[in-house]
């Protein structure tokens, strides 16, 4: 088998994937970004070369670029295009944002969905790496608009997910509105009322709370993982968390299980500081 | 609703989709090559400006790029890229070839698909625009390589085809053995014996002769259409045809229908000439 | 087993199924006049009655009955009742007309499904009986009003229908542009660009001609079996046919093909009579 | 947009539904008790007028009526009719009992679907409503016509029906028995042991005990809402509870949850006063 | 690769699956008598030695054995044990009958499973081999209990079948009751009237004719295969028929349709001989 | 109905049995063991005769054995046996290991999967019992070759299992790495991310540790129920277990959930006795 060094691996790797994936900047970058770190992996787990792992990881799974016609409040037909990239599935199922705006375009979601493997795989839940969306500017059209816009875009999605297989969410231009009609749409095809194919729906028809601990928790399984590389930990260390909402509650919650000490928190009017450790259910009800 | 001039209309499609598609070249030529000619047909038929026709034929119904990974002959894994650009079913159900070849890639296909819309239309037959691939290199590849390939590209194309869905068929790169191997992975997946679903098959087990005479008729039908423009017809012409292979062959059947007369007919080493007419039972023996 | 006279279980069948059925006035009528006349066919064959062929005859296989909500260009909220009666399909897949209409009701679809049945049978062709449709009006609707109420009830629809199962066709207030609609939807949602699953296609994207002579040939077949019944046959009689659209068109050649002289046929500006019998081939030119 | 007052819009609402289905006044009562109740929240939300709430409320979603054929013991075959009406799933999947008994028709089943939407949308758990059953006589049937019946029933009802969907229960006629042999056809046909699709079977094989608290829990939610109108609470009150089965025991538990004081149960033979708060563990050892 | 004679080769194949199956006398008898007769064939085609053919084609590709419980006339369980061998499908989907018999068991039903490859093959259609079947009885059964055994059975073997997966005809105790009676089970759980996933059933609801003349083909293909070998051909060939059934027709027919001249057939009271060729039509009317 | 003693019954059900499944001995006498040992439950439940318990449990739902071909790492085609026998699901979805070894076949698969539901019965889990593998034999082959079968043994078996339907988990010859490569072809087919499809995973990527204490707690659970046939019961009651791995360690847990006092365990190198009862959570530092 192969006998090469993690550096000239991970050229080779780049470039290749920058050869096939020429025109397509934004991702380019944040695959190099997220290659060069690895390094000292490589070393540690030679074996990851032998089996081509980044060659995989690379690699989106699937990607899916449709069609999404629709009727303006003109009677007029419009045309964009929607995008999903189910990138990596080998801890989970795919899960990652939907977002609509001009801007979206497959390096885009590409670059996203690459990073989203990495976020999801941070908060150790079992979840694996996607996004997706349209080029379809929201701003400025009728709440008909939108929904006749959704409906057709799920006309095509509804064929790629459910709660097994991939898990939709939010992002840009798709709030409680969008997941709403895409959820509709949805269920008018599939007959099934899948509580959880998107999240992010309003609660009042059936929205989880589940994973919006997901970021914060990542955060700070991130910063014990980088303490344990020197062999330190967590455990009995005092940690200085900004901001209050639900990234910095879930980030002191995860710090205080770990047996830290969160002496810090804030927001835009001010902050706090509790030597003994913030009360997480103190701070919520503030 | 919209008043534009055809030009100012297709002016107007193409700068939108260069937006769109701009890092495709050999789309963007192929789409422009088309539009331009569309002139005629926008002034007989305003009403295609109104229903926004253009705007859904230059963009792709679905586009699904998929991860091949693969074992070598050396039991180390190889990643390619898989493509099915299913472009336009208006007409009937996807039809077009697979290409395995390094020099495939988005744009190529989507090139090669936009132009199987039209080629495939002109045969008259009920049959819509696709084209798909990889760019893996079957030269200098073991069976057995070719075989594992296929069989890993079968696993994630088996969800997109099926006899009234999409019939992929054999292109560069593709012929009877890798039809084979594709066919085989199907059939084990889906269980189903599906004669139709994959076309070019060899005859031994399956393989139907059904739409050879595509390319043939096509050239002969398209030729008619210029000709009633006009207001003149096949039927009592003279027709040169050159070549002897299948097409030559079609296209001499087709005009003889029609009521032409093929006079001559040819091939790499001569041609024959027969003012009364080519009997094409005749030429096939020959 | 029973021993029951035909009358007496007649009108036994009857009274149970106008009990269960007591407020679908069209139906019962429909059903009563057709059971009436089953008497010397339950004389001939005894074994109906013992194996309870009426009872099973009268009862539709399935109804389904489903909300239509859809968007005037108002953007207002509108709901309608769809309707799909699948009422036997002992000789093959359910077949019959969908009707928008605002008179449509269950009472009405049930009416108009049994009498299908009998339609498809006299056909000889293996097709069931069905009807559906909507209590829609088309009439003062813009196209695309009627595309988007297509749309929604195809959203339902689909899962019911497929070429072997259930074959939709046109009726009242479903003609081409709505079998266009309904389709394109069936096609977006399944993916399948199924030849077959509706009928009444307008010719220019995929429309059969399969079954046009159903009606025709149903009367003439029907003839043949009244005369087979005194011992009387149709060839060499001659047959005077009323009208000359497609009905009398197939009505004429299956007379002929049964060795029969059509020697009538008339339109609204007058008749032709000829005595050696009508040429079919002649009267479509004219 | 309409400004339509919210009597008005009642009245038209109701008029048009007993318009459509005119032949059903069990459902037409309880919609209109229902409707009339609604003046003050459309007060309230005047958008729900804009927004065509009611008159998609007043409609079920899908309504399938089916021919159910089987033997008696004596080899006869008998029809009957069954039925399953899936009122609204706005909330979450079907749910809401099978009812076997001669008095079931349509109406019957909307009025009962109707009401078990709210029923079920007071529990607070993610759940829409229906009903469904069949106008077949258990009673004085052997076992084994009975499962005959359910097996048949089932064989028609399984395409409808999953955890995700619609999720069937027991009612008058429909007990452990019944379950059994519908569920164990389900699973036959399915393949799938899904807990959760039908409710109410026997413990021995499956049977849940989720949901048990439904009506007791909802009773008490009903009550609590209807108290913070009047800027009232449960917490600190006493509650007269009557009954003592699994309606009184768990309305007793949530009052005892909100802060309320439950001081009486009672049963057939008597009746517990304690104005301490009945403490519900051991009221159910009793 | 390897260089193994076809002897030893055949030999080991041999060993290996008796190895494999050796409770099953009945089709290891079979096996080795059609692998003995394969000498010549891996003489000329050495690459089937290094392909593996044989290992292959000896073993099924998928055996599937079931549970079929169904109540007798006296409302009683009785068990039996159905089979579905579906041997080969290289060449189309899987075909062969269904027998019911007390003496079925998996070497019986894999014996006459593999000896239906070789008889479908020689038809030259596109058809696959398989059998299977039951240790029913259904000789002195009432119909009903037919019916309720043919339900059950079909309850099971519904997933393993269709017109492009596997088409199963009748046998012994297989006849068109029996195909009724399966055909209709299959048809209330797919919702689907496939002509042709059960071949055999009366011509009254949807029987085919399609295929009889297989045997008839197959043994006249069988014999010109065998002529070609020695350089001879049926062309301008005498040949003697037997019989006067299905099986004799259609092999005049085809002698008639390569050539040759049919002098002789016959039934159980006499026999015709006409030099100058049958006349197939004559002999149908007779 | 029958009157048959518990002991006629059984030598009857067994003497059906052998005379159906007479080449199996290893079958054959796991179920007679087990047959013998059920006179007591007989004469307790009679019902259980009449019912036809019996014939049914000695059954298997379902046996499906398949053909699994696959490369060796010289590119020669070997082919294997699988096998899959879902014995029993009255309880819930089956579950069972599957075995890699040369020793595997149908006979021995169907005596592990006999027992099996009863394993599974003692857990109170509710599981049904079934169990599969392949005369494969991992032993001295690469991982790669390893790698290969199981993808095509998961190519077959994929249609028969999901968490709902089958549940297969290791066994002899079937590790975390099989697993991990079973899993991961399940995952490429299918597109879906089914945590509990398959146990046994590794815990890097999904395994879960679900019912690892279903063996230990069987035990108990058993010695619980023969306690309460004479009246006593594990409260109170001194347990000797011997052993400390997972079995142990879960005995232990529940015989202190029953108000049992476990008061030794051991390994191979000693045993510790506590006569206040071992604390499992001590137990487990250790």
Redesign the interface.
Known sequence: ??HQTPEAYIHDVAAAAAN?SH??PEFLQAMSEVLDTLVPVLQEHPEFVD??VL??LV?????????V?W?D?N?????N?GFRVQFN?????FKGGLRFHPSV?LSVIKFLGFEQIFKNALTRQ?I?GAKGGS?FDPHGK?D?EVM?FCQSFM??LY?YI?E??DVPAGDIGVGAREIGYLFGQY???T?????GVLTGKGKV??GAEVRTQATGYGTVCFAQEMLNRTGEDIEGRRALVSGSGNVAIYAIEKITQLGGIPVTASDSSGYIVDEQGIDVELLRQI
């Open positions: 088998m192969t096939r025109n397509e089996a081509a060659e995989r690699e989106p799974e699937r990607q899916i670029l449709f069609r016609p009727l409040d009677n007029k037909v419009q045309v295009r599935s080998a801890l989970g199922p375009n079992r694996g080029d009728s008909e006749r006309n095509e064929r459910d097994q297989t269920r008018r095809i007959g099934r009322h899948e509580s028809w059936g």
